[in-house]
């Protein structure tokens, strides 16, 4: 195996420039649409449209926080499930090891499930 040598500051230059130039680009393309773009303004462009719909009452009605806690448990619990297509594919050359690891996963997995089905968090009114 060829020893390689300890990477310096200066190897990370590329990821630099390029994080610079994108945030250049970002920059100029606000700057620029801002610039270019129309600013007429008027009661109709700036009435609030909706597939044709007329507006019907305050946009700003409140809805349930399950709703939000449905949405972000959804989130969570899949992206913890998006862990385990990794450990699937590679699941021989980990063996027993990533087996106890995956089944700890798991269970913590689960510990957060029971706590949120005691929690009445899945529970509509």
């Not at 620029?32 to 007429?40: M, Q």
């Not at 021989?92 to 087996?99: A, Q, V």
């Amino acid at each position: 195996m060829p020893v390689t040598a300890a990477s310096s500051p200066l190897d990370f230059l590329p990821v630099a420039l390029m994080f610079i130039v994108a945030l250049a680009v970002v920059i100029a393309i606000l700057i620029v649409t801002h610039w270019l773009g129309p600013k007429r303004k008027s009661k109709i462009k700036e009435a609030t449209f909706e597939c044709g719909i007329e507006v019907q009452g305050n946009a700003r009605f409140p809805f349930s926080i399950k709703y939000f806690l449905v949405a972000i448990l959804f989130v969570l619990f899949d992206v913890e499930v998006i862990f385990m297509y990794p450990w699937a594919v590679n699941f021989k050359n980990l063996g027993l090891p990533g087996f106890i690891e995956m089944l700890t996963f798991v269970a913590l997995l689960l510990v957060g499930f029971y706590y949120i089905i005691k929690k009445g968090a899945l529970k509509w009114e």
